[in-house]
């Protein structure tokens, strides 16, 4: 079991060109990591495949019960995003929330109100690569996607280690095979956190982090002893081929009315 102070190493220089390399091409073959080289190889997840096709099953445990969500999510370097956000057992006709991205402009389209919105990509933010400590600037990605969501979380994961698992007691607990790939199991007490239901001594986060790619793999969150929240990928295709069109999108014409442009 292996613990670390804070990390604050999420941060890395904007990319200069369509590609950077990871400052660590691959965990130890044998042994466990110490948790900041864990999570400096988990902030280059995303720089290890080109293209990827993944699908995260969310459960969560509401007043009315456990409520499921699956986000479908296909990404190809530099700039192409796209997640879908459907909640299983109930089809995709009027049942979807999409969001979509070309790296310059950002689509948005829920058809159960069938409201669209199109809008730039958001600037980053200025002059936080200059003399501030590291806690204080940004990590900046090679593709966006759409931010406080999991797929965000999943697959950039630098900010989560940096700003929750960094910030509470945290240590390696051990390896599991997950999706038939190695993983090791990062266990978090009582985080830092925003959310006030969680803000608790007995708020526990479990997460499972590929040992090839780095990514989270999934993650689950518990409090005293129940388990509130769990997500987890069930399918994970790094490189995977994707159609051309796969990033098309048009909204439906007869939404034309409801679309909000954000130019």
């Given amino acids: 079991m292996t613990s670390t102070p804070i990390w604050d190493q999420a941060a890395v220089p904007a990319p200069t060109?369509?590609?950077r390399r990871p400052e660590v091409a691959a965990l130890p073959a044998h042994g466990t990591p110490d948790l900041a080289d864990l999570f400096t190889f988990m902030r280059d997840a995303e720089l290890r495949f080109r293209t990827l096709?993944?699908?995260i099953e969310e459960t969560t445990l509401t007043t009315g019960g456990p409520h499921a969500m699956w986000m479908e999510v296909l990404l190809r370097h530099p700039g192409h995003a796209r997640v879908t956000t459907t909640a299983p057992g109930r089809g995709t006709t009027g049942n979807y929330e999409l969001w979509l991205s070309d790296g310059e402009t950002?689509?948005?389209?829920?058809?159960?109100n069938k409201l669209g919105t199109k809008r730039p990509v958001r600037p980053p933010v200025r002059?936080?690569?200059?003399?501030?400590?590291?806690?204080?600037?940004?990590y900046t990605p090679l593709t966006d996607l759409q931010m406080e969501t999991l797929p965000e979380t999943f697959i950039h994961p630098a900010g989560y280690c940096q700003n929750v698992l960094s910030t509470g007691r945290c240590w390696i607990s051990g390896t599991e095979d997950v999706l038939g790939r190695p993983a090791l199991i990062v266990d978090c007490d009582h985080p830092r956190t925003i959310e006030v239901v969680a803000d608790r001594r007995d708020f526990h986060i479990q997460i499972a982090v590929d040992r090839v790619d780095g990514i989270i793999v999934r993650q689950?969150?518990?409090?005293?002893?129940?388990?509130t929240r769990r997500a987890?990928?069930?399918d994970y295709v790094p490189d995977a081929p994707i159609p051309p069109t796969a990033f098309d999108f048009r909204f439906p014409p007869e939404n034309d009315d409801a679309l909000l442009a954000l130019d």
């Fill in 106 to 112: 950002v689509w948005t389209y829920s058809a159960a």
């Fill in 220 to 227: 689950v969150e518990t409090i005293g002893g129940t388990e």
């Fill in 127 to 138: 002059g936080l690569d200059k003399d501030f400590p590291g806690k204080s600037r940004v």
């Fill in 232 to 234: 987890e990928v069930i």
């Fill in 17 to 19: 060109d369509e590609w």
């Fill in 53 to 55: 096709r993944m699908r």
